[in-house]
């Protein structure tokens, strides 16, 4: 799994756990999806933890009597079922639990689940079974297939002694990721300011905030409070402590962790005889090569490069505009980026991300969100009055429209607290299979402000629960291939698909149907942010170029210090490199599950604004909503992306879309 830095404006991420939820016992692999199941304190997880080991132990013995005959591989998925049932719950609760001392049982307990599945990767008997079944027909083809990809990849073919030391580095990493994570977690950083300081910033972020001795408000770096003072706190050294705050979130110490997990992925990939971790990785995805990747990121940056330039012109000249200094004396900082951004956008476009937080209720926001989804994919989602992780937690039942057929559960935990993973994210807990008649289950977590969203943070829900529903509408015959399982570089897709969702003005009007009460949003309002979102973008994407070129530099042949390697790439671009800062220190995406991946952010963009294309100017056209449930989010990963975009597109995809998005 991995957590990631929610990088300004979209770049939300999915989190994709090995295994999936429920606990110990019942051991149900069928039917609805059981309720939350409560946990008392950090003994009762240690003891749950111990007694579901012992049973997925006890499981894997009996999988390894199984003849390899045609019903080895239904056997096969329903322990994987189990597996979910009996780990993902637990290991989840690292990430939402408020009481520290569970997280910390949790994350002990994800600990001893990676020893488990590092063993199990290289089980000689299932291995020697998966070589000889025969695959029934394409789905279980495909799904042999990854499985003895990812045999081989676990080390099962090693000889002993690299096999044994394929299984610790994989510990190992683990051990050190979680650490990485923590260290973000529970920073539980405060920066301190006089209200002077904080001029410009609305005071409804701050005025609740704890105070220190000398009556200084104290700010944390969670979204809804760092956001609106980079965008708008007047003071420049203001906006520079906080910037320096959340870019240093996870202090030295991961700066070491991640330099470590950088050289221990190298030393496994280098037991398999590639050059790099980023050969290793993506030999197995749609890129196929890191010099395909790099090939794919030199095209974008010759597509957004000048724009940047020219964006980065103008938030000079509004900064010396704003500071009544010659243009020739005035200098664009990393923590004026965002402040200048939205200036530019309030003068010329006269719009403001603050304006819309009355019309977007973070309540009715959801509702609204569902509401889409469930116009356009003709599902229902209803909310059940039942407990969870946190007693603001909610609980969807999801159902198909047309025949009120069960299909799933979604969780939703909606505000920020202490402890809580701090960026967006889903979990899917509970994968679908129609073999087992299994139904889903997935955990979307956000950091909304209770006083409303922006509509930048409503594309962010509606990217997250374009994660969500690949896992509750998914329909496939085995668990392995659910949802999200398909391939790292498409898996973004369906999320970023959605987000332009939220810039029509029909989609938004669904907003009453949920709330006759709220404000309409003035279609002016809509119209100026609608033609300032493009302002900024060139910048962006030059971010997110960054982002990806560094995590395959990082995990490339060559040994990198991780600092010294961002100073060097950040140092050449435009805004440079602001000495002291460690922002891959808080670059969690690249110490977890998004490493040598991350440029899957821009590759699965492609897919996704050709997929958009279908819909042409009817966003809610639930014909082409349902085909899209049916060719691609039910498909999970039972044949490749490619295919199951052929299908829904009537063509092959095609980067056009991608490119004259980047060109507007
Ligand atoms: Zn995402």
């Known amino acids: 799994m991995c957590p990631l830095p929610r990088l300004a404006g979209t770049a939300a991420l999915l989190i994709t756990l090995t295994g ?11 039917g609805p999806p059981p309720a939350w199941q409560p946990v008392q304190g950090p003994q009762a997880v240690a003891a749950e933890c111990q007694a579901s080991l012992g049973q997925a132990r006890s499981a894997l013995l009996r999988l390894r009597q199984q003849p390899p005959d045609s019903q080895w591989l239904r056997k096969q998925d329903a322990f994987v079922a189990r597996i979910e049932d009996w780990g993902n719950r637990l290991t989840f609760l690292a990430n939402v639990h408020p009481d520290k001392a569970v997280r910390s049982a949790a994350e002990a307990c994800e600990l001893r689940w990676n020893t488990f599945f590092s063993s199990l990767g290289q089980d000689p008997a299932l291995y020697r079974a998966a070589r000889q ?3 029934a027909d394409e789905t279980d083809r495909n799904l042999l297939t990854t499985m003895l990809q990812d045999f081989v990849d676990a080390g099962v073919s090693l000889p002993p002694a690299q096999r044994t030391r394929a299984r610790r580095l994989n510990d190992r990493i683990a051990a050190l990721g979680q650490q990485f994570d923590r260290n973000i977690r529970d920073a539980n950083l405060r920066v301190p300011f006089t209200e002077a300081e904080l001029r410009g910033v609305p005071e409804a ?15 944390g770096v969670d979204y809804p409070t760092y956001g609106p003072v980079m965008q708008l706190a007047e003071s420049a050294p203001t906006r520079q402590r906080m910037w ?32 790099s971790w980023a050969e290793f990785v993506t030999r197995r995805r749609m890129a196929e090569s890191p010099a395909r990747a790099e090939a794919f990121l030199a095209e974008v940056k010759a597509a957004v490069q000048a724009r940047e330039l020219k964006e980065i012109d103008e ?19 990393r923590w004026d980026a965002s402040f200048y951004t939205e200036r530019v956008r309030q003068a010329r476009y006269s719009v403001d991300q603050e304006a819309f937080r009355p019309y977007f209720p973070p309540q009715e926001s959801l509702q609204f969100a569902l509401r889409l989804i ?32 069960a299909l799933g559960t979604l969780w939703v935990d909606l505000y920020p607290r202490e402890g809580k993973y701090n960026h967006a994210a889903v979990w899917p807990l509970r994968s679908v299979s129609t073999d087992l008649q299994r139904q889903p289950q997935a955990a979307l977590v956000v950091n909304f402000d209770r006083k409303g969203l922006t509509l930048d943070e409503l594309e962010t829900l509606l990217h997250e629960l374009g994660h969500a529903v690949h896992n509750n509408l998914s329909n496939t015959r085995h668990v392995q291939q659910a949802g999200t399982s398909v391939l790292r570089d498409f898996v973004e897709a369906p999320s970023q698909m959605l987000e332009d969702w939220v810039y029509d003005r029909r989609v938004l009007a669904l907003m009453a149907e949920v709330c006759p009460s709220c404000k309409p949003v003035p279609d ?20 997110q170029h960054l982002y990806a070129s560094y995590d395959l530099a990082l995990y490339g042949p060559r040994p990198q210090d991780p600092l010294a390697l961002w100073a060097q790439m950040e140092g050449a671009t435009p ?44 966003k809610l056209d639930a014909a082409v909503g349902r085909r899209y449930r049916d060719t691609v989010l039910a498909q999970g990963s039972q044949r490749p992306p490619q295919q199951l975009v052929k299908e829904f597109l009537g063509r092959d995809f095609n980067a056009k879309a991608f490119f004259d998005e980047l060109a507007r």
């Not at 320096?244 to 050289?263: F, S, V």
């Not at 119209?527 to 030059?542: T, Y």
């Open 315 to 333: 938030l000079r000249q509004a900064k010396a505009d704003h500071l009544g200094q010659p243009l020739a004396q005035v200098r664009l900082e």
């Open 374 to 405: 469930e116009k356009l994919m003709g599902v229902r989602y209803q909310r059940l009055d039942a407990a969870a992780w946190h007693p603001e937690v909610q609980t969807y039942a999801v159902s198909d429209a047309a025949t009120g057929a």
């Open 205 to 219: 972020v701050w005025k609740d905030a704890k105070r220190d001795a000398q009556g200084r408000v104290l700010l």
């Open 575 to 618: 805004l440079g490199y602001v000495a002291g800062t460690l922002f891959p220190a808080g670059f969690s995406h690249i110490a977890g599950g998004y490493s040598a991946g991350y440029y899957g952010y821009l590759w699965s963009k492609v897919v996704a604004l050709d997929m958009r294309t279908a819909f042409g100017t009817d």
């Open 133 to 135: 079944v025969q695959p």
């Open 524 to 543: 002016a309002l809509l119209d100026k942010a609608v033609a300032a979102r493009s302002f900024g973008q060139g910048m962006f994407q030059s971010r």
């Open 244 to 275: 320096r705050a959340k870019t240093d979130e996870g202090g030295a110490p991961n700066l070491k962790l991640l330099a470590e997990i950088t050289r221990l992925r190298k030393e496994y990939a280098q037991l398999f005889g590639a050059a």
């Open 20 to 30: 999936g939820l429920q606990a110990a016992s019942p051991d149900v692999l069928s």
